[in-house]
């Protein structure tokens, strides 16, 4: 169980750092190894009721009968049933969140002090004073 909470939570690590710099994710990689025996990884599993992605379902019924001169007739009825919400069991890191608030303050902090800003963005050279 728990390769699957570090597998998910590295895959929401890189998703987040997707338009991070080179710098940014050094200084996450490194925050985040200090942070792993602070806030180890501590699996749950709940049971989540959710709604299917469609909340409703066309139920259609073929209704047979005479009209006024006899024939018989067959028309369709369609009503809309409400779907039911399915249960599933549900893998939770409880110390995800504690632990990507500590690697993002741990970055900022170490960008600021590396860089002067909490982005880890390189100085510009137009900011360096020439001689």
């Not at 338009?19 to 200090?34: N, P, Y």
């Amino acid at each position: 169980m728990k390769f699957i909470g570090v597998r998910f939570q590295f895959i929401a690590l890189l998703a987040l750092t997707g338009c991070a710099t080179e710098q940014w994710k050094a200084a996450e990689a490194q925050c985040m190894m200090q942070a792993m025996p602070i806030f180890p990884v501590a699996t749950e599993q709940r049971w989540v009721h959710e709604l299917p992605p469609v909340p409703f379902m066309q139920k259609c019924v073929q209704v047979s009968y005479k009209d006024k001169d006899g024939k018989n007739l067959v028309r369709t009825e369609c009503s809309m049933v409400p779907m039911m919400a399915m249960p599933r069991l549900e893998t939770i890191d409880l110390n995800q969140k504690a632990r990507n608030n500590y690697v993002r303050s741990c970055a900022q902090q170490s960008c600021f002090v590396s860089y002067g800003n909490t982005d880890c963005k390189l100085p510009s050279t137009e900011a360096t004073p020439k001689p």
